[in-house]
């Protein structure tokens, strides 16, 4: 689309409640996983700055702070933007090719045009997710739909595949969608590769793999789905 001080530290990575498979994405995805985070992974007050999370791919960079402002959210058990808080892993110390695919757990504040949720760190190589004013999209040289946010906790999954890309929302049958051919190099939650558009909403789970299997993907969407419930 071109459309503090933190102590958030992550905790307890090992085998995650929720998910209806024995087996984590972790598991599931092997060495097609690139990045998971959960919020079950932080044991924090309400209100108390998240500066990092911890990426359960361990052979991947973790998420630093780039914007302070992130908090977590003891009531809704995620963390908050808050509007202004921004986490990063930086531009070519991670990178992904075609087709990848990211899994969400994410609900709206406040929902304004073009806010960012997960974007590249590249100006070149970026796959953005983003929301409208009520629908979740995507962008990848082009604008591809995910679907119409409940305005409440969603999850959804898009495979960036250039025209036959794939998009799920909170287990609808799968649309095809056509979001570009872009590449992703680095990863920022809540804000666009430019520093703007930035998210105002909530986070608790994402998940990037690099050419998952249809059996992989399909045994992640049924974890989120259990995650979700």
């Not at 108390?48 to 630093?64: E, G, K, L, M, Q």
């Not at 960036?160 to 190099?185: C, H, R, Y």
Request: aromatic fraction near 10%; charged fraction near 15%.
């Amino acid at each position: 689309m071109s459309p503090g001080f933190g102590v958030g530290v992550g905790v307890g990575i090992g085998t995650e409640s929720g998910g209806s498979s024995s087996n984590s994405p972790v598991e599931i995805l092997g060495t097609e996983g690139r990045v998971f985070i959960d919020v079950l992974d932080f044991a924090l007050g309400d209100g108390v700055a998240v500066s990092s999370w911890v990426n359960r791919f361990v052979a991947y960079p973790d998420f630093a702070e780039l914007d302070a402002g992130c908090t977590y959210d003891l009531g809704e058990d995620a963390v908050d933007s808050n509007g202004v808080g921004v986490l990063y892993i930086a531009d070519g110390t991670l990178t992904a090719t075609q087709p990848t695919t990211m899994w969400v757990l994410a609900k709206r504040l406040n929902p304004g045009a073009n806010e960012v949720l997960i974007s590249g760190d590249n100006s070149s190589d970026y796959q953005n997710i983003y929301q409208t004013i009520s629908m979740w999209s995507s962008f990848a040289g082009s604008a591809g739909t995910i679907g119409i946010s409940t305005g409440g906790w969603d999850w959804f999954r898009i495979t960036f595949e250039g025209a036959i890309s794939e998009a799920v929302l909170n287990g609808a049958a799968p649309q095809i969608v056509n979001p570009g051919t872009k590449d992703l190099s680095g990863i920022r939650l809540f804000q666009q590769f430019n520093g703007v558009s930035n998210y105002d909403g909530l986070l608790k789970v994402f998940i990037l793999a690099e050419g998952a299997s249809t059996d992989q993907v399909s045994d992640v969407d049924d974890w989120m789905v259990s995650r979700s419930a």
